[in-house]
């Protein structure tokens, strides 16, 4: 616990305590010291697959920026997913708009993309950006142009299953215009009949530390579904949807990024944790503070808690690890100790039955 008075220490967890913040899963940090045994690498639950490929990378000397990115590619290159890359869900011009950004630990560096179009990989376009130009963001047009002369093969990101999901929330959210449903519903694999897609803000973050106390992280994203075109949420915003300090750790969300960018998540969990909290105590810490700055009624339930869930991801150069959501019933994904697994996050909300 260094940089932290007693009484800071005694404070924060009183502050914690007093919010009756219900804690489901354990707690990594507490008393650990020096660095991990192995890596540690956390990612959503959607980053199953990014955690053991990055951990892997890390056990055979891989820096922990490029296992990490690695590790989120397989799920932006897959079509089946929904939510990052390839496959994501559109804008509503049915457009597929990319957001991702990388930062390095152990250089201090950072990179990102926003409203990347027709590129698969976002992540490796916005590392590409941090290794290769004086600049931290590049967006819209320009990020595809600097992405083409980088020599990224270019593909139309609209699949047909993200197509009919996009054409059914087209004719199906309003009544007022002239874009009719099928009056007997298609059938079949990526037919309407079996499409469900609510919106959503699908989203990888995926952090690591390695065993020398190196840390690193990637967000990256398709965005929010149906979303105006150039609409950009925290995922490539450094500090909002990612933050890493050589010093303290490495942090990153999902969720609604509109909230995450108000409340500078990332930046506020890593801050928390370098005056002493836990990884798991500083995530509770940035959601609260979420929490607290969300005055709009409409984003209020009827008990005043925010009606959409936002989720923080944090590992400690230490290798202390934690998750935490406002609302109950997620789990993210962690490799540590040698085993991949989804672990429940903290929370501090119950989700109500359905
Ligand atoms: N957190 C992803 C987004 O809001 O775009």
């Known amino acids: 616990m260094t940089n932290l008075s007693r009484r800071d220490f005694f404070q924060s967890t009183a502050a914690i305590?007093?919010?009756?913040?219900?804690?489901?899963?354990?707690?990594?940090?507490?008393?650990?010291?020096?660095?991990?045994?192995?890596?540690?690498?956390?990612?959503?639950?959607?980053?199953?697959?990014?955690?053991?490929?990055?951990?892997?990378?890390?056990?055979?000397?891989?820096?922990?920026?490029?296992?990490?990115?690695?590790?989120?590619?397989?799920?932006?290159r897959d079509p089946e997913d929904n939510s990052v890359g390839y496959g994501g869900i559109p804008n509503e011009d049915g457009v597929v708009e990319l957001d991702a950004c990388v930062m390095h630990g152990p250089t201090c560096r950072a990179g990102s993309v926003a409203s990347l179009r027709n590129i698969k990989t976002p992540s490796l376009v916005a590392q590409k950006v941090m290794e290769r130009t004086d600049h931290v963001m590049l967006v819209g047009d320009g990020a595809s142009r600097?992405?083409?002369?980088?020599?990224?093969?270019?593909?139309?990101?609209?699949?047909?299953?993200?197509r009919k999901h996009w054409l059914r929330w087209l004719e199906n959210h309003s009544n007022q215009d002239d874009w009719l449903p099928p009056e007997v519903p298609d059938k079949g694999q990526h037919g309407t009949a079996d499409l469900t897609v609510p919106f959503h803000y699908g989203t990888i973050n995926c952090c690591a530390c390695n065993e020398k106390g190196e840390v690193s992280g990637v967000t990256t994203t398709s965005g929010l579904s149906y979303k105006i075109p150039g609409r950009v949420g925290d995922s490539p915003i450094i500090g909002a949807g990612l933050y890493v300090d050589r010093h303290v750790g490495a942090a990153g969300s999902t969720g609604r990024g509109e909230a995450v960018i108000k409340t500078c998540g990332a930046h506020t969990v890593i801050e928390a944790m370098r005056h002493g909290m836990s990884p798991t105590e500083a995530c509770l810490h940035a959601l609260k503070r979420i929490v607290d700055t969300t005055?709009?009624?409409?984003?209020?339930?009827?008990?005043?808690?925010?009606?959409?869930?936002?989720?923080?991801?944090?590992?400690?150069?230490?290798?202390?690890?934690?998750?935490?959501?406002?609302w109950s019933g997620g789990k993210f994904s962690i490799n540590q100790g040698g085993t991949n697994r989804h672990e429940p996050y903290t929370y501090l909300y119950e989700r109500p039955e359905p």
């Not at 980088?150 to 139309?156: A, I, R």
């Not at 409409?298 to 406002?326: C, E, H, Q, W």
Request: aromatic letters at 6%.
């Open 17 to 76: 305590a007093a919010t009756g913040v219900l804690a489901a899963a354990t707690d990594t940090t507490k008393a650990q010291t020096g660095t991990p045994s192995g890596p540690v690498v956390i990612s959503s639950a959607n980053g199953i697959r990014a955690t053991d490929k990055a951990a892997t990378m890390i056990r055979a000397g891989a820096d922990t920026l490029d296992a990490v990115i690695a590790g989120v590619n397989i799920v932006e």
């Open 146 to 162: 600097f992405a083409r002369a980088h020599g990224f093969e270019e593909t139309n990101l609209l699949t047909e299953k993200a």
């Open 295 to 326: 005055t709009e009624k409409r984003l209020r339930r009827k008990d005043g808690r925010p009606n959409f869930d936002v989720k923080f991801y944090a590992v400690s150069n230490t290798g202390a690890y934690g998750g935490a959501a406002i």
